[in-house]
C-alpha cells in the first residue's frame, strides 16, 4: 500500500515503494590531493597483505630454521646440532591456550648436516612409499581384484 501521486496546485507528490527511502550521497568537500601520501609518511605495509615475517639474514653454509622458544623444543634443536643464532631478536609467535605469549628463536645448523638428515627422513619416506606399492600389488593379485575406495 504505497502513497499515491497527488497534486496540488502547488506542489505533487510521487508515488513512494515499499521500503525506507534512499539517502542522497553527500557530497564531498575533500579534494583527491588531500588522499595522496605525504612525504613524511613511513611506508604504509597494508594488513593481510603478503608480508615474509620470518626472515633473517643467510649466513653461507649454515641452514637457519625458526624454532618455538619453549625448553624442550630447543632441547630438541640443540641435540640435532643446532645453536642459537646471536644478535637475533626473539619473535612474537601468538598465544598458547592460556593466553600465554610464545615466541620464536632462530637456530642454524651446517648446511652439510641439515643434508645428511633431509637424505636420511627422504630414505624413510622411500620404504614407506615402497612397502605400500607392495602391499597394494598382494591385495590386486587375489581373486577378488583390486581395493574399492
Known amino acids: 500500500m504505497g502513497v499515491r501521486a ?3 496546485e502547488n506542489e505533487t507528490v510521487a508515488k513512494r515503494g515499499p521500503g525506507r527511502p534512499r539517502k542522497e550521497a553527500p557530497e564531498t568537500t575533500k579534494q583527491d590531493d588531500d588522499f595522496k601520501p605525504k612525504a613524511t609518511r613511513r611506508k604504509r605495509v597494508p594488513l593481510g597483505g603478503m608480508v615474509d615475517q620470518l626472515s633473517a639474514p ?8 625458526w624454532f618455538k622458544n619453549t625448553p624442550m623444543r630447543r632441547q630438541q634443536a640443540e641435540q640435532a646440532g643446532y645453536e642459537s643464532v646471536t644478535g637475533m631478536e626473539e619473535k612474537l609467535a601468538g598465544a598458547d591456550q592460556y593466553g600465554k605469549p610464545e615466541s620464536l ?19 624413510q619416506i622411500d620404504k614407506a612409499e615402497r612397502e605400500i606399492a607392495l602391499a597394494n600389488e598382494g591385495r590386486m593379485t587375489k581373486t577378488r581384484g583390486p581395493l574399492k575406495d
Not at 58 to 65: E, K, P, S, T, V
Open 58 to 65: 643467510q649466513r653461507n653454509g649454515y641452514h637457519r630454521h
Open 6 to 8: 497527488m497534486s496540488t
Open 105 to 123: 628463536v632462530l637456530m642454524e645448523i651446517p648446511q652439510k648436516w641439515h643434508d645428511e638428515d633431509q637424505a636420511l627422513k627422504q630414505r
